[in-house]
């Protein structure tokens, strides 16, 4: 079992930023695929952002432009740089990981560990 935590959330006007960051308990961080969720309310789980053991990244269509996602393996930490938030954004995100089995790919639709979660709301 992987830990994962989650920093960095909280509530911010519209068109506002926060950055999220994410820190893993792996010893070999650097191997491993790492990923943002969100939970909005009424809706599914769905994939944000991903990140290769590479440095690939991939979005999802609704935070592209807006959101970064980015990892410093010798903190053995993930972030997500928010910009332009809208109130649709609002809900529980959570940091996921994986190992796969190429440095080069990520993934928006699994993850093996999970974090608790932490809490962004953008008020209008």
């Known amino acids: 079992q992987v830990q994962l935590a989650e920093s960095g959330g909280g509530s911010v006007q519209a068109g506002g930023s926060l950055r999220l960051a994410c820190t893993s308990a792996?010893?070999?961080?650097?191997?491993?695929?790492m990923a943002w969720f969100r939970q909005i309310p009424g809706k599914e789980r769905e994939g944000v952002a991903c990140i290769a053991s590479s440095g690939d990244a991939r979005y999802a269509d609704s935070v592209k432009g807006r959101f970064t996602i980015s990892r410093d393996d010798a903190k053995r930490t993930m972030y997500l740089e928010m910009n332009a938030l809208k109130p649709e954004d609002t809900g529980m995100y959570y940091c996921?990981?994986?190992?796969?089995?190429?440095?080069?790919?990520?993934?928006?639709?699994?993850?093996?560990?999970w974090g608790q979660g932490t809490q962004v709301t953008v008020t209008s």
């Open positions: 792996a010893h070999n961080f650097q191997l491993y695929s």
């Open positions: 996921a990981s994986q190992l796969l089995s190429v440095d080069y790919a990520c993934l928006l639709d699994s993850a093996q560990y």
